[in-house]
Nanobody, 115 residues
Framework: QVQLVESGGGSVQPGESLRLSCATSGTISDHDVMAWYRQTPGKQREFVALIAAGEITRYEDIVKGRFTISRDTAKNTVYLQMNSLKPEDTAVYYC?????????WGQGTQVTVSS
């Protein structure tokens, strides 16, 4: 059973940065897809970014140029560097792991952007 544990959330002011981390209890391979999603109260969980085999990355348009997803397979960890944060980025951020057989979710970490 793989577990995902997010960390790095917090409260920041607009324009500041945060780096989220997602540590997996199991081994992730280059073939696994890891992603970040976010959710605000009353809304559906939405895609933010993913990283796949060959270090291919994809981003939701609203975060392109501000967020960067990366991973360290040696540490079984994926990161989300978030720069130039805006109030509308406020949400609970979830880590997602998609393997060839299963999908896993973390418990989420709160990010609040407010002046």
């Amino acid at each position: 059973q793989v577990q995902l544990v997010e960390s790095g959330g917090g409260s920041v002011q607009p324009g500041e940065s945060l780096r989220l981390s997602c540590a997996t209890s199991g081994t992730i391979s280059d073939h696994d897809v890891m992603a970040w999603y976010r959710q605000t109260p009353g809304k559906q969980r939405e895609f933010v970014a993913l990283i796949a085999a060959g270090e291919i990355t994809r981003y939701e348009d609203i975060v392109k140029g501000r967020f960067t997803i990366s991973r360290d397979t040696a540490k079984n960890t994926v990161y989300l560097q978030m720069n130039s944060l805006k109030p509308e980025d406020t949400a609970v951020y979830y880590c997602n792991l998609l393997t060839s057989s299963r999908e896993y979710w973390g418990q989420g970490t709160q990010v609040t952007v407010s002046s």
